[in-house]
């Protein structure tokens, strides 16, 4: 595959604007953004796209990103937009990109416009979290003592120091799952809440903390934490205080328009093996995977979630095979 290099004579214009939405399944969802990003990066480049470059001594490829969700927290819903110097058909673009990215980092769609990634109005996002060991009674319980604070702060350790934002203020919407739990999880807690996006960003870690500060909720291991989707606000939901809808009743996106939004389960991606969710079992790995959710990390397991790629973020080298081999002889 060539490459596409920045011409010595200067700038090329940016001709196209393209929206990509992908997804960061399995392992790839303990990756960084920044790793991510340069997983992109490489991507764009093996798939021979026609990037466009920014000026300056040290150009650097123009990908802009909208707000990731955070290390440990799979999606289905992330949003990257691509500056190209020349057009493209998007499903070539994202026949390519998807074929050129490690896997766990899956292209969904492509579309063409609006103008920026500002223009798609990402206000809010939908949130899985599944809750090992806890019974559906017992996160409704504390579901509804979350609800009825007007204020939860929880304090959060960062660069800086710590930090005290409000929890409770972030959250639209939260309920139980029960249908979920029932088909795919059974024995655990399933929470669905839309969550606004706000300044300092309200994570789900924080939400779970402040869960903690209300109930005594003990998962039996590490929660695993999925965004559904991401998009605007309709405006009755963005001033309504934050409800919980009944219990039995799955959760949805009404507070969010469709506006710029995929639902769960279109595109291309949801061909390929999708370790996230919740029961799935890859054909080729057929009896590997536990029955949990929340133990598809598959710690120490003897089946390989991926093929062993030179060059890709989860992927272990050769050399570095070579070198522990080394060390363990000696």
Known sequence: MREVSQPAGGVLPVTVRLIVRYAK???????????????????????????AYSAGFTPHPKISYAGAAPTGAASEAE????????????????????AALPDGIDVIDVIEGPASLADLQLEASDWQVVLPGIQPEEAARAVDAFLVRTSLEVERLTAKGSRRVDARAAVITMQTDRCAADQLAAGNAILRMVVRHVAPAVRPDDILAALRQVAPLAPSSPPLVTRLAQGPLVAEAAGAPATAAGPDKPGDLRHLSGVAVLPPGQGRAHEQMET??????????????????????LRGAEDRLRSAAPGSLTGDYPDARDRAERCRVQ
């Open 79 to 98: 949003y990257l937009e691509l500056s190209l110097t020349e057009a493209r058909a998007v499903d070539d673009v994202r026949d390519r990109l998807d």
């Open 276 to 297: 996230t969710r919740l029961g799935a079992e890859p054909a080729q790995a057929a009896g590997a995977l536990p029955a949990g959710a929340f133990d598809e990390l």
């Open 25 to 51: 399944r399995g392992r790839m969802r303990f990756a960084s953004h920044r790793d991510i990003a340069r997983a992109v990066e490489r991507g764009v480049r093996r798939a021979g796209l026609p990037i």
